[in-house]
């Protein structure tokens, strides 16, 4: 058999190991979705009347608590890496005929499978409290597959963060940055409100951008040039933090 077929067959195995790791870790999966729902109670009937979106609040900031609950689940994907890393699994698969990649590969497409799912959960959440997108059938064909690729693209960098750290405990905050972007975005209060040192800031990083074109997506508002913006971001996130993990996992692994 050929070397692309045992590395893709790998992968499925290394695939499956990690969401059955990921069911069986209720914890982490509830901190994952539920912070981002209490988020967004919290920001929708106690914050809402007091911040102009230029529409029903509600309708402004769900976009922006879905990016947010893909950067939380982020924070698991990288614990999940450093674990394997320092648990001693790695030696055990380095002695078994198993294609090395696929153990990032397992990971980082568990990591977005379980983000697609805390997504729909928060969706669900979203329309209980009032949201209301105005999306079409095909509207979010794009914005699943847009938000998909958002996730592949964080995934691998949660999986360089994983790598670069010795210890489960310091894999969990290694993602604060990712996290914390949102706030310092368009995801909860329009750009255009925040201070002038902090409007530049949050103009030139990647989550403005994706939130704006998920929230044009799903909301029917201008989109504009956001979208080819943060097909960028993807993609250069994704190709540096992909070839970063490899070359991480055989330093570590050598």
């Known amino acids: 058999m050929t070397s692309a077929y045992w590395a893709v067959d790998n992968s499925f195995a290394l695939i499956g190991r990690s969401l059955r790791i990921s069911a069986r870790n209720i914890e982490a999966l509830l901190m994952a979705v539920m912070l981002p729902i209490m988020l967004m109670l919290i920001f929708v009937f106690v914050f809402g009347g007091a911040i102009n979106s230029g529409t029903e609040y509600v309708n402004y900031v769900v976009p922006g608590i879905i990016i947010l609950c893909a950067g939380f689940g982020a924070s698991t994907t990288a614990v999940s890496v450093t674990h ?6 790695i030696d055990r698969i380095r002695s078994m005929p198993v294609v090395s990649s696929a153990v990032l590969t397992g990971h980082v497409v568990a990591s977005v499978a379980r983000n697609l ?3 729909a959960l928060v969706i669900g959440v979203g ?3 009032g949201w209301r997108p105005a999306a079409g059938f095909a509207d979010w064909l794009a914005a699943i597959g847009f938000l998909a690729l958002f996730m592949l693209s964080i ?3 949660a999986a360089c963060l994983g790598l670069l750290v010795r210890s489960v405990d310091a894999a ?4 604060f940055a990712i996290t914390f972007l949102p706030y310092v975005s368009s995801a909860f209060v329009p750009v255009d409100t925040l ?4 409007r530049g800031v949050a103009e030139h990083q990647p989550i403005t951008p994706i939130v704006e074109t998920t929230r044009g997506l799903l909301m029917g508002t201008p989109i504009g040039s956001s979208w080819w913006i943060a097909l960028i971001w993807f993609g250069g996130i994704t190709v540096v933090a992909f070839g970063w993990a490899a070359l991480l996992f055989q330093r570590r692994t050598a």
């Open 172 to 175: 969990g905050g290694a993602t």
């Open 155 to 157: 995934s691998w960098l």
């Open 195 to 198: 201070p002038t040192w902090l």
């Open 84 to 89: 394997d890393m320092v648990g001693g699994i």
């Open 127 to 129: 329309l209980l409290v």
């Open 117 to 119: 799912v805390a997504m």
